[in-house]
C-alpha cells in the first residue's frame, strides 16, 4: 500500500444521473482499480455511503489512503448533486483527502474521445437530460477541450452533423447522431478518467468553497447550433 505522503489513490463520485456509484482510481498509474455502481433510481442518498464504504473495504484502503474525493459537479439532477456534493465535502473535512470537482459533460466527453477519433470525428458534442423537455449540451474538442460553454437547450431542436460523435443520454436513439449505447450514461469510470487528469493539474478546491452546478444557474436557449464555434488558432 502506498504511503499517505505519496499516495495518488482517488475516489471517485458519480450522482448526477440515474445511476449512483464510485469508484478507485490511481493517478499515477492511471488505473481504473475497482468500480461499484448501482441502477437505482431516486435512492442516491440510501446508497452513496455504503457503496463507498464497501468498496474501500474490498479493495483495503482507508480513507486516509486517499490523496483526493473526486465528485462529479454537474451539471446534472439537482437532488444527484447536492446529494454527492455533501457527501464529498464530509470526507474532505479540513481538505485531508483534497476535493476534486470533475465537470460532468467533460467526463463524458473524455470516455468518448477514443471512438470519435476511431470514426474519424471532427468533434464531440455531449447532452444529458435536464428536466422535463430540456438538456443540457456542450462541445468538445477531441482532446477534451471545451468549445463553449454549457447551453440549456429544447430538446425538439437537437439536430446532428456527420462530422460531430454525439454521447450523453440526450442523443440515444436520436436519428442521425452517432453515437454508442455505453455513452449515454455518465459512470464513476468516467468520473475517474477525468479525475486523473484533473489530480495531475493540481485542480484541487477547498472543500468548503465547492458548488456544484445546479439547473437553476441555466437559462434556456434557442435555436441549437451543433456546429462547434471555430477555435482561435
Do not use: W
Amino acid at each position: 500500500m502506498q504511503s499517505k505522503q505519496s499516495s495518488s489513490l482517488l475516489l471517485c463520485i458519480e450522482t448526477s444521473g440515474s445511476l449512483c456509484g464510485v469508484a478507485l482510481a490511481d493517478a499515477a498509474s492511471q488505473m481504473l482499480l475497482a468500480e461499484l455502481s448501482f441502477s437505482e433510481p431516486f435512492l442516491h442518498d440510501r446508497l452513496l455511503a455504503e457503496a463507498t464504504r464497501s468498496l474501500l473495504a474490498m479493495s483495503g484502503i482507508a480513507l486516509s489512503d486517499l490523496a483526493a474525493v473526486a465528485v462529479s459537479a454537474g451539471p446534472g439532477s439537482f437532488t444527484g448533486l447536492r446529494i454527492g456534493a455533501a457527501f464529498a465535502k464530509a470526507l474532505c473535512f479540513e481538505n485531508s483527502p483534497k476535493l476534486l470537482a470533475v465537470p460532468t459533460l467533460q467526463a463524458i466527453a473524455l470516455a468518448a474521445a477514443p471512438a470519435a477519433r476511431l470514426l474519424g470525428k471532427e468533434s464531440i458534442c455531449v447532452g444529458i437530460p435536464s428536466h422535463k423537455h430540456l438538456v443540457y449540451v456542450q462541445h468538445f474538442s477531441l482532446d477534451n477541450v471545451p468549445l463553449g460553454a454549457i447551453e440549456l437547450l429544447d430538446e425538439t431542436l437537437l439536430t446532428s452533423a456527420s462530422d460531430i460523435f454525439y454521447a450523453g443520454g440526450a442523443f440515444l436513439g436520436k436519428a442521425g447522431a452517432q453515437t454508442l449505447p455505453e455513452l449515454c450514461r455518465i459512470t464513476p469510470a468516467m468520473i475517474a478518467g477525468c479525475a486523473i487528469t484533473r489530480f495531475h493539474e493540481q485542480a484541487f478546491i477547498p472543500a468548503e468553497d465547492f458548488v456544484p452546478l445546479y439547473a437553476q444557474e441555466f437559462v434556456p436557449k434557442s435555436p441549437l447550433n451543433t456546429t462547434p464555434p471555430i477555435a482561435a488558432s
